[in-house]
């Protein structure tokens, strides 16, 4: 089994965008690593600059480079494209359908290492980056680059990959898991108890289901909501042992829960159920107290 340690450089993040740098290096299953490929490759769009900003290639830089499909990185990478050897991304759905837009289909076992960190360390932080120094990576970086010769600048692919490396051998050193259950972490939904961003981060999602179910309700209507969030939401829902809180956001019964507003207006709450504005959920819960009626 070979190991492709592989990030790429795009001309953007958006569905038109392609790559302008493709780096990997080939492991051993002693984790040594036995090829270094770092291309920079013309795309068939203009690079933007908010992309420029981070990685610094510019199109002077690619102008005169080869398209993907002919680079030898990109042929030894369909040479490797193979069920029997293993992939290693951060973050693996961005790279990998980048490629795919070169008409790369995957065949490795994959390994993404941005997932793995999340079932990890569920309260960590989880971009690459930010590992390279929590994690004191960082420190074996001169040494790695000194014994295999290599050339790395700032937010270039080929530095990532080395980071990328680094944080692939600290996981096996500092957590008890093989490769094959590392490829099922990737696989695997990611359960959180907690927001890690938004309105109610680092909150519950147990207690804003019943606290907000209005929130809750608009976050999984989110056609862009993180998998695993809603993953979560959706096994916190499932598994509810208390009633949510519906309660009036505007109106003359701003605040107060619906069930309240039954016992000393329910014309009230029959108005607001032919008239107001309100979520599929809260609009229910309404109708469920006007037939008990």
């Not at 107001?276 to 819960?285: E, I, L, S, V």
Request: with cysteine; net charge negative.
């Amino acid at each position: 089994m070979k190991i492709i340690i592989l990030d790429t450089e795009t001309t953007g993040n958006k569905e038109e965008d392609r790559i302008c740098q493709l780096s990997y290096i080939v492991l051993n299953e002693n984790l040594e690593i036995e090829e270094i490929h770092n291309e920079l490759v013309k795309p068939p769009l203009d690079i933007k600059y908010e992309a420029m900003a981070v990685h610094h290639i510019t199109p002077e830089m690619v102008e005169d480079k080869p398209k993907i499909k002919f680079t030898k990185a990109f042929k030894r990478l369909k040479e490797l494209n193979s069920p029997e050897n293993l992939i290693v991304i951060h973050n693996a759905k961005f790279d990998l359908d980048m490629l795919q837009k070169e008409d790369f289909n995957p065949h490795f076992k994959l390994i993404d290492t941005f997932r793995v960190l999340k079932h990890l360390i569920p309260e960590g932080k989880f971009s690459l980056q930010y590992n390279r120094y929590a994690l004191g990576l960082y420190k074996q970086e001169k040494e790695i680059c000194k014994k295999y010769n290599i050339e790395i600048n700032a937010h270039d692919a080929l530095g990532d990959v080395i980071v990328l490396y680094l944080l692939y051998k600290y996981i096996f050193e500092n957590f008890d898991k093989s490769i094959d259950e590392l490829i099922e972490l990737t696989k695997k939904p990611v359960l959180h108890d907690k927001f890690y961003q938004g309105k109610y981060k680092f909150e519950k999602i147990r207690d804003i289901l019943i606290k907000d179910p209005d929130y809750i309700e608009y976050m999984l209507n989110l056609t862009d909501l993180d998998p695993d969030v809603k993953y979560s939401i959706e096994h916190h829902l499932e598994n509810l042992d208390e009633e949510p809180q519906f309660r009036f956001g505007v109106g003359k019964y701003k605040g107060m829960l619906v069930e309240d507003v039954a016992e000393i207006d329910i014309q009230y709450l029959s108005w607001a159920y032919h008239n107001m504005k309100m979520g599929k959920w809260m609009r229910k819960k309404i109708g469920e107290i006007l037939n008990k009626n």
